[in-house]
């Protein structure tokens, strides 16, 4: 097992290997060295940031930076001014993008007072090369750029910029590798997200993800299994499955497998209580997987499922292939099968070319489907998408006063659903003390609904069975049955 070796055995006065991960081991302990003199030197350990600005997918790429950093000897920094910080940044909407050179500004001030400071930028956003092109003529005091497809190699690439005083950029268009047991530090020692497979080959329109992320590729079964297990023994009891369409998981594997048929192996996982997965697309959601969460108990009750429009026509120039009618017997499927399931969605307003009344359209799904909570987008023009270039783009105050109307909507029939819970006792899974109030932890519901109530540290990663005593829209207050 590669993640328990020693990084003091290697010997890095030879070549380094070419096979993976051990050549990542290999640059890990040439970094490990680097660690020491520093510590020699400062009489402290290095502290570093990762800063994770992006998705589920992100967060978990997040925590892989932090593992390797970890393993190489730095510590976690409190804030933005440790010696190593880097960005994992997104970039499905401009402003995420905007974001980033706001915030870099604001870690220059660090760097220009501790001038050994290292500023590593990574994520989606730096697939794009105008971006990259934009930070190597105005942002020359950031020292590392690379892209998502060769995240594994970031060992390397430290060593390198640990070395050097120039700009270590390596960004990569394509990739079909997947390299296995890199060092991870969990953010979370009772939950964890599992990648199952990477990039997207759906090509909404709109959408810059199968651009930045590559073509889609699922991990074998066996390592995914393998992977779970191992977070298993080591407490985890809740896990998240990612992918950015993860029901068509496995399809171009040399021995394809559903994504049902995996689910239905990892609830075999002992010690596993609680199974999610994110994200599916409606056109892709099999009867197979409706009846595998049907009969799982260890399947949360919570089906992530974007619908974007409800107008067929904008779906079509979306390219989501689904019309609104499938869209809606879907979630009737949905809901016949599995009575206590919370559907929650992604939709987005202003799309080119989206009139009034295809916007109602939206809103009429809105209301019949009645969303247990929707995440609602205004649409960001992403360069390089067939939508970029489409013709009749909506003006900004139209856009406003549909989101607005939209976003009311949403909110009220969330409140009115998260109401019809009220007063049940339902199992939480606690994930922490109260930020604001330490006589209190907060958990969730298996349908992803949090919840406070009174408690303490040791409640922390285990599931209690609370009854919900006061709904305060979007979460509830509860207290613990014994
Ligand atoms: N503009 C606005 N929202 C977008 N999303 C993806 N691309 C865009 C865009 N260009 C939204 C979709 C997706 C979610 C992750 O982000 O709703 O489901
Ligand atoms: Fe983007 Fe569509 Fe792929 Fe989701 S399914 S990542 S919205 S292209």
Not at 52 to 74: F, H, P, T, V
Not at 84 to 97: D, P, S
Not at 310 to 336: A, C, H, P
Request: glycine share 6%.
């Amino acid at each position: 097992m590669y993640n328990k070796i020693d990084l003091e055995i290697i010997n890095i006065n030879g070549e380094p290997p070419k096979e993976e991960p051990a050549r990542q081991y290999y640059y890990m302990a040439k970094c490990r060295q680097w660690v020491k003199s520093f510590e020699q030197k400062k009489g402290c350990l290095p502290r570093y940031c990762v800063v994770n600005m992006g998705c589920q997918m992100n967060a978990r790429d997040s925590e892989k930076l932090s593992g390797i950093l970890e393993n190489i000897g730095y510590v976690k920094a409190d804030g933005e001014d440790g010696d190593f910080v880097i960005y994992n940044t997104c970039t499905v909407r401009e402003n995420a993008n905007n974001k980033v050179y706001g915030r870099l500004g604001y870690l220059h001030g660090f760097k220009k007072k501790n001038p050994h400071m290292k500023i590593g930028l990574c994520g989606c956003m730096m697939q794009e090369p105008e971006v990259v092109k934009k930070l190597k003529k105005s942002y020359s005091f950031v020292d590392l750029i690379f892209g998502t497809h060769n995240i594994y190699k970031f060992a390397e690439l430290l060593a390198d910029v640990l070395e050097t005083d120039s700009m270590v950029v390596d960004v990569w268009e394509e990739t079909d590798k997947i390299v296995e047991e890199l060092p991870v530090e969990r953010k979370y020692s009772f939950k964890s997200g599992v990648n199952i497979m990477f990039g997207c080959d759906n090509f909404c329109s709109y959408c810059i993800v199968p651009y930045v992320r590559g073509r889609e590729r699922s991990r074998n079964p066996k390592d995914i299994l393998e992977e779970i297990k191992k977070l298993a023994e080591d407490g985890v009891v809740e896990i998240m499955l990612l992918g950015q369409n993860v029901n068509s998981y496995g399809k171009n594997l040399e021995e394809p497998i559903s994504f049902a048929r995996l689910l239905g192996e990892v609830q075999n996982i002992q010690g596993i209580e609680r199974i999610r997965f994110m994200t599916s697309h409606p056109k892709d959601l099999s009867d197979e997987l409706i009846e595998v969460m049907k009969n799982s108990p260890k399947v949360c009750r919570h089906l992530h499922l974007p619908l974007q429009s409800g107008s067929t026509r904008i779906l079509k120039e979306m390219n989501r292939r689904y019309t609104k009618e499938q869209y809606l017997e879907l979630v009737d499927k949905v809901r016949d099968a599995i009575e206590d399931i919370s559907i929650t969605t992604d939709i987005i307003v202003g799309f080119p070319g989206e009139t009034e009344e295809d916007f109602l359209e939206t809103m009429d799904v809105v209301r019949r489907v009645r969303f247990d909570s929707a995440f609602t987008f205004i649409y960001s023009k992403r360069t390089g998408t067939p939508a970029a270039n489409m013709e009749d783009q909506i003006p900004e105050d139209v856009v406003k006063d549909r989101f607005d109307r939209l976003l009311k909507e949403v909110q009220q029939i969330a409140s009115e659903k998260a109401m019809e819970q009220n007063g049940k006792i339902l199992p939480v899974l606690v994930e922490g003390l109260n930020e604001q109030d330490e006589s209190l932890v907060t958990g969730r519901l298996s349908n992803n609904s949090v919840v406070h109530f009174p408690g303490g540290e040791d409640m922390i990663g285990t599931i209690q069975n609370v009854r919900l005593t006061e709904c305060k829209g979007f979460y509830y207050m509860g207290k613990v049955i014994s």
